[in-house]
């Protein structure tokens, strides 16, 4: 079915991009379960993921699993945990487990493989608590915010090409650095151009007068020294 809005696009670089991101992922993991996972951790993954999938679907659920369990010396058998065992070769090249030093300080006189009916939730989170110690998501956080990166920095390449088949930075780059050539050529002709301004003539320097003297001030005279006024006579009533 073709796009309704424009011709099928295939996605090609971006496909390739998320399955690079994921191939990346793997390898970063992978190189975290050799060198930082410890022997117990590695031994017990596949039945503590089977143990999950089976008790996330039922509480009482039961599957019959065979762990490697160290045997004390009264003949107690429990599951090991942490540093206790390390990998080996055994006489024939086979691969083999054996104690180490804090193994052998735990009580441990050998190690068994023991093959019981086990609960699978039961069996899960007592690995998640003892063997994993609720770390085993935590070690994929590094190798998913690399992962992350690399998408972030490959997505802006490969959506473009497969968005735009004639895209390319190049051009682009270039459509940008030839503009900006038109823009400085288009401002030096203009200059050019200007007809010359002539430089701003200077106003002319007006001397400072002095203000007009004011007339001078006459001292009033004081009501003494002032003439009688003329009165007129008060016309009688007859």
């Not at 991009?17 to 993954?45: H, K, M, P």
């Not at 063997?131 to 690399?150: C, K, M, N, T």
């Amino acid at each position: 079915m073709s796009d309704w809005y424009g011709p099928r696009r295939y996605w090609k670089w971006t496909r390739r991009t998320l399955i690079a991101a994921g191939v990346f992922f793997c390898a970063l993991y992978v190189q975290s379960y050799r060198n930082e996972w410890n022997a117990a951790e590695r031994l017990d993954l596949w039945v503590y993921l089977e143990s999950g999938v089976w008790g996330s679907l039922s509480e009482e659920s039961s599957t019959s699993y065979s762990l490697l369990e160290g045997v004390t010396a009264k003949k107690r058998a429990l599951l090991v945990t942490g540093d206790e065992i390390e990998a080996a070769t055994g006489p024939n090249g086979e691969p083999m487990y054996r104690l180490t030093a804090e193994g052998s300080r735990a009580g441990f006189a050998r190690l068994e493989w023991q093959t019981h009916q086990y609960n699978d939730r039961k069996l899960h989170d007592f690995m998640r608590q003892w063997v994993y110690h609720d770390d085993i998501y935590e070690s994929a956080r590094r190798p998913f915010f690399w992962a992350l990166g690399l998408l972030a920095l490959l997505l802006p390449l490969a959506v473009p090409k497969d968005r735009w088949p004639q895209f390319s930075y190049e051009k682009q780059w270039q459509k940008l650095m030839d503009f900006i050539e038109r823009r400085r050529r288009a401002a030096a002709l203009a200059k050019a151009a200007a007809p010359a301004v002539n430089p701003p003539v200077p106003a002319p320097v007006v001397p400072l007068q002095s203000p007009p003297n004011p007339p001078p001030v006459v001292a009033a005279k004081p009501p003494e020294a002032r003439p009688a006024a003329a009165k007129k006579p008060r016309p009688r009533f007859e």
